[in-house]
């Protein structure tokens, strides 16, 4: 039997934020907010001829002034589950391991993640807990001109 399972890029994007840099100063004169680069890039990878897993490694990189960081994640998606492994780095700022957890159902989409500091925090911080719930909505056929992109549920 021939296997058809191919690689999908289904992320790939770059963010400016914060261009008009404005004034954050409460109590000095002028603190203006700097710019943030972000940029991102994943893949959307097939594991089974039904295509019910999905494997998606990922990649985040963050700058703004000084700091940087680093993301790289990899989640697996099959049938309503979905779990994942994340690693933050920054060299400025130390860096944490990620566990996520999530399921969906019909348009919804629920997760738990919890983050561990590896860094020198992790004495102090006992870790970080995250819920989140997600809405998918569906625009109506030949209201847009967009192509469908194909993404993980969390």
Request: hydrophobic letters at 40%.
């Amino acid at each position: 039997m021939q296997s058809n399972i191919l690689l999908t890029w289904y992320q790939r994007g770059i963010s400016i934020s914060h261009l008009t840099q404005p004034n954050v100063a409460f109590i000095i004169d002028d603190a203006p907010l700097p710019i943030k680069y972000t940029a991102n890039f994943g893949a959307m990878i097939p594991l089974d001829e039904l295509k019910r897993t999905y494997l998606y490694p990922s990649i985040i990189y963050i700058s703004q002034q000084s700091y940087a960081q680093y993301n790289f994640g990899l989640d697996i998606e099959h049938g309503i589950i979905t779990a994942g492994f994340w690693y933050r780095y920054s060299p400025t700022n130390g860096d944490a391991i990620i566990g996520l957890i999530g399921l969906k159902f019909w348009r919804f989409r629920f997760a738990y993640s919890y983050d561990v500091s590896t860094s020198g925090l992790s004495n102090y911080s006992g870790g970080a807990n995250e819920l989140s719930l997600a809405y998918l909505f569906r625009s109506k056929k030949g209201l847009t001109t967009a192509r469908r992109v194909n993404s993980p549920s969390f």
